[in-house]
Nanobody
Framework: QLVESGGGSVQAEDSLRLSCAAS????????VGWFRQAPGKERQFVAA????????FYADAMKGRFTISRDNAKNTVYLQMTRLEPADTAVYFC??????????????????WGQGTQVTVSS
């Protein structure tokens, strides 16, 4: 099970840190990804990290503004978002990769999803 938290309504240029708490399932050796979905748009890859090692991956548009990290002791993956823009407004989801030791930017390659947390950025 994955549970996201930390969303909210902020102003442009503000920062937010999202959390993805894992429980009940095996996450060792899997990648955990963050995706987002704006109204009327497809779910979009944001970033991913391996649970067992700090290797990270980002969508090009998020490089330099977003940082993914994990705290294994807390079973939590974070997404630190800075210099937020109105275009970042979306529901943000975390998900576990479908295959061990494999990451992907394709949402079809993730099989356990959280319920999402809303991020709204106003100008």
């Amino acid at each position: 099970q994955l549970v996201e938290s930390g969303g909210g309504s902020v102003q442009a240029e503000d920062s937010l840190r999202l959390s993805c708490a894992a429980s009940g399932d095996t996450f060792d050796l899997y990648a955990v990804g963050w995706f987002r979905q704006a109204p009327g748009k497809e779910r979009q890859f944001v970033a991913a990290i391996y649970w067992a090692r700090p290797t990270t991956f980002y969508a090009d548009a998020m490089k330099g503004r977003f940082t993914i990290s994990r705290d294994n002791a807390k079973n939590t993956v974070y997404l630190q978002m800075t210099r937020l823009e109105p275009a970042d407004t979306a529901v943000y989801f975390c998900a576990r990769g479908r295959q061990r030791s494999t990451w992907s930017d394709d949402r079809e390659e993730y099989d356990i999803w959280g319920q999402g947390t809303q991020v709204t950025v106003s100008s």
